[in-house]
């Protein structure tokens, strides 16, 4: 097993983390580049040069990263600017409610009486009526609006996502129309094809299973249900719906048996294998994870060409290498890092897993894809939970039949939707078996899903955890070479130095004082998460209702519950719920549901709605007391530190212009020196009422997303905040108003928005105050 282009895969990929974090100039990465050459021309007969090979691979990714960081979007000069672009559509809509999103490449640019021949790959947003297919060559006008990176604490950028897959800006329009189809060579021979694929695949076996089959063929999801989507996830088998290794060799196996059976040349049935792996990975639009599988069948393929010996973590490596040097910013793509870390798992782990499971009275074939998903389970763990808090307990059985069948369905559906392009009626009798197993699978998903022990959502946890779990595995998993032999006769003393390691930092936990306020991004509406120095946490609302006629967001499931787990929130205490308007109250449906919550706090008011009912149902079926509170109440979240309920009174607003919003729960918490009033969405009718009232704070929750019909002079002015933070997002209420704006800015109150901030974090000590937020 030679190790030599893991060391420098690891080398490269290292230097690219280095630039991401330390962002060092491009001189200093030159000098110590050309310093490393120079050392290593000296020494290059040394025992040493391999390791002056690894500095140099070191910095030679760090400079590779800091020169593609360096690319912006051709259209950031125009951003939030009316232009027209000529562009062509790339795939299918995504219908997203009132919008349809398109992958598109823009091919001109008209600005000023001025066409600019621009090139470059987008996101295409489109607000009119028009509907498009690929190769469709549209002008459009509207505004380069760019992308937001991240929106809560421990977020993927999604900016440097989109670039990892070679997209540098998000277009938006709703004047745009059709000019012509292209006729360029990849419209024709990549889209079109793609396309055509996709409809024998839709025509041949009804939606369900065709969505399925376009998945795992052609790698589009789009078509998903997705609830469907969420069981693959909670099951563990996501990767299933990846175009991957296991897609790729599919394939190679199907061909390779064809070749072989027309006894075609060695040489040239992996010269027209290889031709023929690299169309279909164009075709599905070179996702990581399938290009990945690509280079290493092609090594495969010339070491069975040539004789040569096939080495797993060469050939892994190698795909690494080329990858990462031609893109470095695919270290910040989930699926180049968990593609490549299940490979590694398999190279490194699989022999020793087998140790473990060989003694099971199981079958040969069991025990080996038992054996193969443990190694995989182990080694990509702690990547899973970094990126998806989540992990799968019962994908090891699972998979034992999951990847037979999805093996079949793909040797049957390659041919039969080949020959159904050519011929459709044949293509419904030859997929009428992958219609019955995908039936199946599906069915089996489903039902695995629901099992309450399908697996463990984790909260985000620290760095040095991940670092001991991977250090902890190489002294196990090696006790024969010098580094995991040293690791096994010192294990004693590496554990006691772990196990101190751990009681500082527990130590750390203990005497930390510090109040931890979140005000969370979750577009318009309110998510507001309170840690204690004890660790108790309290949340003020959950934020939702992002939804129109044809299209429902669950903004709980996909924003507020992650955020939560990504500020590594294992347990709730207690839920406030200021009212029942469904920008606050909707998502502490999937919160509730997600979560034990020891308390539920709901306003003493007769108003009442469905997903209130839904959420005290939820949380008496949990066990959870609910208390309602109005003025005078006390919440006290521990010794020192309580909240004082100010609002509703006891005598409730009526006739105002928003009863609900009125009678919303107000209350100031007090730490110390330090107090923090929330205020929901109470309007001026309410905040009349509170100005007798002790109201003066450090912090100010502005009332009802910044509204003009909140946030008066005079209330404003008896507060007094120093900090005040609005959450707020994209509305067609105008929220937050220039009138507020101008009214906080006069009481000389620094403002935070979390639709142009992100999140914002207020941590104290009840003395000293930190504010930071994500953007």
């Given amino acids: 097993m030679d190790k030599h282009l893991f060391y420098i895969a690891i080398s490269i990929f290292a230097g690219l983390l280095f630039s991401y974090f ?41 400079g590779d990263y800091k020169f593609h960081d360096s690319f912006d979007s051709k259209l950031l000069p125009y951003e939030n600017k009316d232009i027209e672009i000529d562009m062509i559509i790339l795939g299918d809509g995504n219908v997203k409610g009132s919008y349809t999103l398109y992958k598109a490449e823009m091919v001109g640019l008209y600005d000023d009486g001025k066409f600019y021949n621009y090139r470059e790959k987008l996101i295409f947003r489109n607000y009119g009526k028009n509907v498009y297919e690929a190769g469709d060559l549209v002008k459009a006008r509207g505004q380069a609006v760019g992308f937001i990176n991240k929106r809560n604490f421990g977020d993927l950028d999604y900016s440097l996502y989109n670039k990892s897959v070679g997209v540098y800006n998000q277009f938006v329009s709703r004047y745009n129309e059709k000019i012509k189809e292209s006729k360029n060579f990849r419209t024709i021979f990549l889209y079109r094809a793609r396309k055509r694929l996709q409809n024998t695949i839709n025509l041949s076996l009804p939606q369900e299973e065709a969505a399925f089959l376009n998945a795992i063929v052609l790698g589009n999801k789009g078509m998903m249900d997705e609830e469907e989507l969420t069981n693959f996830q909670k099951t563990g088998l996501s990767h299933l719906l990846s175009v991957s290794g296991l897609h790729v060799s599919i394939i190679a196996f199907v061909l390779y048996q064809f070749f072989s059976f027309i006894k075609m040349d060695k040489k040239a049935t992996w010269l027209f294998m290889g031709v023929i792996l690299l169309y279909y990975v164009m075709v599905i639009g070179s996702p990581p994870p399938a290009v990945r599988a690509l280079i290493m069948s ?29 893109n470095p910013m695919l270290i910040h793509n989930p699926g180049f890092i968990i593609s490549f870390g299940c490979i590694y798992s398999i190279a490194f782990l699989y022999k020793p897993m ?42 090891v059985i699972l998979n034992i039949f999951a990847i037979p069948l999805v093996f079949l369905i793909i040797t049957i559906a390659f041919p039969g939707i080949i020959i159904g392009t050519l011929l459709p009626i044949v293509s419904t009798y030859i997929l009428a078996a992958d219609y019955y197993m995908i039936k199946v699978l599906l069915k089996i998903i489903r ?46 003393q590496i554990y006691i130095a772990i196990a101190m390691t751990i009681a500082v930092i527990g130590i750390k936990y203990i005497t930390d004082d510090d109040l931890r306020i979140v005000v969370l991004d979750v577009g318009q509406g309110d998510s507001i998460l309170i840690t204690t120095p004890k660790r108790k946490n309290i949340l003020i ?233 994500v953007r």
């Fill in 22 to 62: 330390i962002k060092p100039g491009m001189i200093i990465i030159l000098i110590n580049t050309l310093l490393i050459a120079c050392l290593l021309f000296i020494n290059r007969k040394s025992e040493y040069k391999f390791l002056i090979i690894l500095a140099l691979m070191f910095i030679i990714g760090t």
């Fill in 298 to 326: 092609l090594v495969v393929g010339y070491g069975k060409c040539f004789n040569k010996e096939y080495d797993l973590i060469a050939s892994v490596s190698f795909a690494a290498i080329i990858m990462l040097l031609v």
């Fill in 354 to 395: 087998n140790k473990i499971t060989k003694g099971l009275p199981l079958p040969k074939f069991i025990k080996e894809s038992i054996t193969l998903s443990l190694a995989i389970q182990v080694g990509v763990a702690p990547i899973l939970i970094y990126y998806f808090n989540y992990i799968s307990i019962i994908n």
């Fill in 447 to 492: 039902y695995s899903a629901q099992l309450p022990f399908a697996g463990i959502a984790i909260p985000s946890l620290p760095i040095y955890i991940y670092m001991i779990y991977y250090a902890m595995l190489y002294g196990l998993i090696y006790t024969r070479n010098k580094i995991g032999y040293f690791a096994w006769k010192w294990r004693v």
């Fill in 541 to 773: 609302d959950g934020g939702g209702s992002s939804s129109s006629e044809s299209f429902y967001y669950d903004v709980g499931s996909k924003i507020t519950v992650p955020a939560l787990r990504k500020l590594g929130v294992w347990r709730i205490d207690t839920i406030i719920s200021s009212h029942i308007h469904d920008d606050h109250l909707e998502g502490l449906i999937r919160v509730a549901e997600e979560y034990n919550i020891k308390n539920l706090v709901l306003p003493r008011v007769p108003f009442k709605s469905e997903n209130l009912d839904l959420l005290v149902d939820v949380s008496k079926r949990k066990g959870s007391n609910i208390f309602y509170v109005s003025e005078d109440d006390r919440l006290v979240l521990q010794k020192d530190i309580f909240m004082e309920v100010l609002f509703p009174s006891k005598e409730i607003l009526v006739g105002t212009n928003s009863d609900e919003n009125n009678n919303s729960i107000v209350t100031k918490l007090k730490y110390k020196n330090f107090t923090m009033m929330f205020t929901g969405d109470i309007e001026k009718e309410a905040e009349r009422r509170l100005i007798n009232k002790d109201i003066e704070s450090v912090a100010l929750k502005v009332a009802h997303h910044g509204s003009s019909t909140s946030s008066s002079k005079e209330f404003l002015n008896k507060v007094s905040p120093i900090i005040s933070i609005i959450s707020v997002g994209n509305n067609v209420y105008g929220h937050p108003s220039n009138e507020t704006i101008k009214s906080i800015e006069e009481i000389g109150s620094e403002i935070y928005r979390t639709d142009m901030n992100g999140a914002v974090k207020i941590v104290t000590d009840g003395i000293r105050i930190k504010v930071a937020t």
